[in-house]
């Protein structure tokens, strides 16, 4: 037999080995328990409309020594050594036994665990990644990449304006050579001054942001907005301090 079909068997026989029944504790609806090969007695209360679930376990070599912790919206709110009433300090409790805990054979159930102590499926894995991947893509999409749009013109840094690459070039350096021009012109209006220069800049590449953002009603381009707030914050470092 192959490790891989071990591993598979295993998990088979865990989740045959939990029994299911009602709760009976108040704010839960089903339970699923089962007493380990360690001797080790572990219960799991849900309740799925509450998005709760309850982790119980007696621990064998503890001399039946009870853990519970509480979980509500995927956030830990409630561990407890029920012998000492001492309520930190014994997480590993729990995380020992999460592959056996993981067997559950209730994908929604293991998901109300939401990862805490690494209680984990494949399935919540691979929603967390894809969770994941789709914020990243989103991301790079809104700052950094481009797209071509159904109609098969191109538009990305530049917001949602439909166009030609080299269109959306134009309209940005257009952009930086005012701001440029702009502040070059304060720092011979002010005598020479890199402080003046640096402020211009800085104000303008902010000014810059909230027009795309408020007026154009395109996210602002990061490009842009640094170019000008780092040019700005080094010219006015220089001005003001150095020379």
């Known amino acids: 037999m192959k490790k891989t079909d071990e591993i598979v068997d295993k998990k088979a026989s865990n989740a045959s080995s939990w029994q299911k029944r009602p709760s009976e504790i108040k704010g839960y609806k089903v339970c699923y328990y089962l007493t380990d090969k360690k001797k080790d007695y572990i219960r799991v209360d849900v ?51 999460a592959s056996l805990v993981s067997t559950i054979p209730d994908e929604d159930v293991i998901e109300l665990f939401a990862g805490n102590y690494g209680i984990e499926s494949s399935g919540f894995l691979k929603t967390k990644e894809d969770e994941k991947k789709k914020l990243l893509k989103e991301t790079k999409k809104m700052y950094f990449t481009r797209e071509v749009s159904d109609e098969g013109s191109l538009s990305g840094m530049y917001g949602d304006e439909k166009g030609s690459f080299l ?70 470092v220089y001005g003001y301090y150095i020379i």
């Open 47 to 97: 309740n799925p409309k509450g998005k709760k679930v309850r982790l119980y376990i007696e621990v064998f070599k503890q001399g039946g020594c009870p853990y519970f912790s509480a979980i509500a919206d995927g956030k830990i709110i409630t561990e407890k050594n029920l012998l000492t009433k001492r309520s930190f300090g014994f997480s590993n409790v729990f995380s020992e036994r």
């Open 167 to 236: 269109k959306a070039i134009l309209w940005r350096s257009i952009d930086i050579f005012f701001g440029a021009a702009l502040s070059v012109s304060f720092f011979f209006i002010f005598g020479y001054s890199f402080t003046a220069l640096g402020a211009c800049a800085a104000f303008y590449g902010i000014i810059l942001g909230a027009i795309d953002l408020f007026i154009r009603e395109r996210s602002p381009n990061v490009f842009k907005l640094l170019l000008f707030l780092a040019a700005g914050f080094v010219s006015y």
